[in-house]
């Protein structure tokens, strides 16, 4: 057996070895679809001001939106513009959110890639104002709308105490925390939400091969979803996927 | 008469042949599979055999740990890879046959060697890449050399040969008559050498559109062989010496040995509708040990010229790459490719005189030209509904890489003349399926060989 110790192979590897450890590592690349699967990964992550960042990059190289090829016979739905909806709702900026969901329907985004379009819905529904609630004369002995169930009370400090563990990334405890508040306040909305919250985060985490998991996250969304139509979880805190699911039902 | 005056009359006679204008015949070898090995240094996966082995500048798939290590940090996902290989090499047989009115022989020569390669079906490339961002890990495993082939060679003389006082008047033999002679040499041989690599790379974009990767290779190399040189006399009565095949002397191959050797890759990709590649594919030295089989008429001569044990080199070659692709529009890719393969590594170690018609001449020369082979594809994706289906064709200029006589012998020129460079033309089709399995099939055809690829591509 011959040693690899032939000296120019040796020194120009250990050149590009060199070289590669020591370059700054660019932070975008020279396709359009680097930069949009960053971004799609970004949002995944919650990370929506990289996710717009790394989406109007990708727009400036190529702004039409559809099915393009990426590197090898690789094919994806384009949707520059549904997932800027996506990201500035996530920002809190409506009206951003708003125009570039009316330019994903112009392009045909939604209809391009239907798994958008519930997020989209959620998009549309979040920015949207209510409408005023119409006067109704009070008559006596007459039918009204029922009242919204009362939403009982939690307790401030628990959720505190929870939500820190949630975002220290502490989630058994956070479960914990999720799970009997879940159980003292059975029919809040919220504190149903905040247990599928948790779970689906636990569910991220393992690797997502937890059907058990999973199947308590829909559980938990159902839940919430019967004790208050209207809820929406706050989407600052949501992942997309969750929010799709939320929004399964509707 | 012995196998010796046989062997150096068939030589002389030979000589005699070259001079009377024989026809171009390819070289008459017991040891044929040593002067024209087979490698497999087409790029793996259906996808670029199809393109003509044109990939080192597109390398966007998880063959790239052994095209080019620099285009892991295309892929997005991670990637497995499987491919199965069927190859066939044709049959050669050659025959060289002529008169020869000589002073000391008058008669005919005849020589022949036939090579039946065997049909070979063996997964051959399994790879798995995981992409991290700007850096990228891929291990895989290659078969470069899976061979299995019988060759026969027998050379004959029928006529009258001149049989000489030792030593007469002036120093010199004179012939004192002649005898009619009728006798074959034939070598009898089995080959199967079978390497296999197993690479680990790492690649790292260094900037925008620029990547470096490096692979380290381990190989293996088994080889089994046997050569057998009998000698007949067919003028010998039944019962005389030498009337029934007689072993001269036989060699015998069975070992194995290992080596380290390193792939590098750069991968440039000035914009989208441009990208160059380059590669630089060190070859692996593997030492194995022949002997020869103590019995025979010749074997002690045989050993004293080699040993009972000595070391048989082969070392596959250095390989370098430079190659464009370009892609005009989304669905059309067009790939060139220039290979430099130094063909003359095989000479390293290489050990003259052991075949039968140069035996034991070790000092006889021997040669082949580093080759460079031009290798082009084309590509186009079409999309059947959501499913993107692929159309390639290619074609690449194998180079000769048959090692041939280098020296004044005419007779020798004759019987190991160099080969011939070889058009290969390819083509194939692939599919992906939901975006996660990418299947891919290819045929490489030639004068001589063909070879089908199926290969799979897995995304998770």
């Known amino acids: ?92 900026d409506c009206a951003k959110a708003l125009r570039e969901l009316e330019r994903a329907e112009a392009a045909g985004e939604l209809v391009d890639d239907p798994s958008l379009a519930p997020r989209g819905e959620v998009v549309r529904r979040a920015c949207t104002p209510a409408p005023r609630p119409e006067v109704v004369a009070v008559d006596e002995g007459a039918s009204r709308t029922p009242p919204s169930p009362p939403v009982p009370a939690l307790d401030p400090a628990r959720l505190e105490r929870g939500v820190a563990a949630f975002l220290a990334g502490d989630l058994e405890t956070a479960d914990r925390i999720f799970s009997r508040t879940a159980d003292d306040a059975a029919d809040s909305a919220i504190a149903q939400s905040l247990l599928a919250l948790v779970r689906f985060a636990r569910w991220t985490a393992g690797g997502r091969r937890d059907d058990a998991l999973i199947a308590e996250v829909r559980q938990a969304v159902g839940r919430a979803r019967a004790l208050d139509p209207l809820y929406s979880p706050p989407p600052a805190l949501c992942p997309p996927e969750l929010l799709a699911l939320w929004d399964e039902g509707r | 008469m012995s196998p010796t005056r046989t062997s150096t009359s068939v030589l002389m006679l030979l000589m005699l042949l070259a001079a009377a204008s024989a026809p171009p015949a390819r070289a008459l070898s017991d040891e044929e599979i040593f002067r024209d090995v087979p490698f497999n240094l087409l790029n793996p996966g259906a996808r670029a055999m199809s393109l003509g082995g044109a990939f080192t500048s597109l390398a966007d798939d998880s063959t790239a740990a052994q095209a080019n290590p620099a285009g892991l940090v295309t892929l997005r996902r991670p990637e497995l890879f499987f491919e199965v290989r069927a190859s066939r090499l044709d049959q050669s047989a050659v025959l060289v046959e002529g008169p020869v009115d000589g002073e000391f022989f008058q008669g005919t020569v005849t020589a022949g060697a036939v090579s039946d390669p065997s049909a070979r079906f063996s997964p051959t490339f399994i790879s798995w890449v995981l992409p991290l961002r700007r850096v990228a890990f891929a291990f895989s495993r290659l078969e470069s050399l899976d061979i299995r082939a019988r060759t026969e060679n027998s050379f004959a003389l029928v006529g009258r040969q001149a049989i000489f006082d030792p030593v007469a008047d002036g120093g010199r033999p004179d012939p004192i008559g002649f005898e009619d002679i009728d006798f074959a040499l034939t070598a ?47 003028t010998a009565l039944p019962g005389e010496p030498f009337a029934q095949p007689t072993l001269d002397y036989a060699t015998r191959i069975d070992d194995d040995d290992s080596d380290f050797a390193w792939t590098v890759g750069l991968m440039w990709r000035p914009a989208e509708w441009i990208s160059i590649g380059g590669t630089w594919r060190q070859g692996l030295d593997f030492t194995v040990e022949e002997r020869v089989v103590q019995s025979g008429l010749g074997h002690v001569r045989a050993t004293n010229l080699y040993g009972e044990r000595f070391d048989l080199t082969l070392r596959t070659p250095d390989i ?40 034991p001449e070790t000092e006889a020369a021997f040669t ?51 080969g011939e460079a070889v058009t290969h033309y390819t083509g194939g089709i692939g599919v992906t399926v939901r975006q996660a399995i990418q299947i891919d099939l290819a045929v490489d055809v030639s004068d001589r060989s063909a070879s089908f690829v199926a290969s799979t591509i897995y995304r998770f």
């Not at chain 2, 084309?378 to 499913?387: F, M, Q, S």
Request: net charge negative; proline share 4%.
């Open chain 1, 1 to 92: 057996m011959r040693l690899p110790c032939r000296s120019g192979v040796v020194v120009a590897l250990a050149v590009v070895l060199a070289v590669a450890v020591g370059m700054p590592l660019s932070g975008k690349r020279g396709t359009w679809y680097d930069p949009y699967l960053d971004a799609v990964e970004a949002l995944e992550a919650g990370d929506a001001a990289r996710a717009v960042d790394l989406l109007e990059a990708a727009l400036s190289r190529r702004p039409e939106s559809g099915y393009h090829r990426t590197y090898g016979t690789n094919y994806i739905h384009y949707t520059p513009h549904a997932r800027l909806a996506f990201a500035w709702q996530m920002l809190g």
């Open chain 2, 188 to 234: 009898d041989a089995d080959i199967s050498a079978r390497i296999v690599q197993y690479n680990a790379a790492f690649a790292a974009e260094l900037w925008s559109g620029f990547s470096v990767g490096v692979t380290a290779v381990f190989g293996m190399l088994d080889m089994d062989g046997r050569v057998d040189n009998l000698f007949v006399d067919n």
């Open chain 2, 320 to 359: 370098a790459a430079l190659g464009v692709s370009i892609r005009p529009s989304e669905p059309l890719t067009i790939l060139v490719d220039v290979v430099r393969v130094e063909y003359s590594d095989l000479l390293e170690g290489f050990k003259a005189g052991l075949n039968r018609i140069v035996f």
């Open chain 2, 368 to 418: 082949v030209d580093d080759g460079t082979e031009i290798h082009g594809g084309i590509e186009y994706v079409w999309l059947a509904g959501r499913t993107p289906v692929a159309l390639r064709a290619g074609a690449w200029r194998e180079a000769d890489r048959r090692i041939r006589y280098a020296g004044t012998d005419p007779g020798l020129a004759l019987v190991f003349p160099a």
